[in-house]
Nanobody
Framework: QVQLVESGGGLVQDGGSLRLSCAAS????????MGWFRQAPVKEREFVAG????????SYGNSMKGRFTISIDYAKNAVYLQMNNLKAEDTAIYYC??????????????????WGQGTQVTVSS
């Protein structure tokens, strides 16, 4: 079993930055991929960024490229999402996810079998 705990959300002004953290524990040796997703009210869960546990491959949602960066800290078993130049449309609950079943980066929530509880990000315009 993998446990994921997110932190770092909050309220930020348009153009500001936040760094989200996801602490992983439990069966981390079984993780193939880590991802960040977000969900705004009345919208579907959206892929934000993903990284293979090796750190060799990353992927980003189209509207996040150039603004968001995903990274891994192996010493802390943590995955980070650095978000710069935030916009009002980035407002959502952000979820950390892990996949122990799919090899390779996936952009669909169905490819991830462990989820954190989510952290709220609110960008004021």
């Amino acid at each position: 079993q993998v446990q994921l705990v997110e932190s770092g959300g909050g309220l930020v002004q348009d153009g500001g930055s936040l760094r989200l953290s996801c602490a992983a524990s439990g069966g981390t040796s079984s993780i193939y991929t880590m991802g960040w997703f977000r969900q705004a009210p009345v919208k579907e869960r959206e892929f934000v960024a993903g990284i293979t546990w090796s750190g060799l491959s990353t992927s980003y949602g189209n509207s996040m490229k150039g603004r968001f960066t995903i990274s891994i800290d192996y010493a802390k078993n943590a995955v980070y999402l650095q978000m710069n130049n935030l916009k009002a449309e980035d407002t959502a609950i952000y979820y950390c996810a892990a996949s122990t079943v799919r090899v390779g980066l996936g952009r669909s929530p169905s490819g991830y079998n462990y989820w954190g509880q989510g952290t709220q990000v609110t960008v004021s315009s």
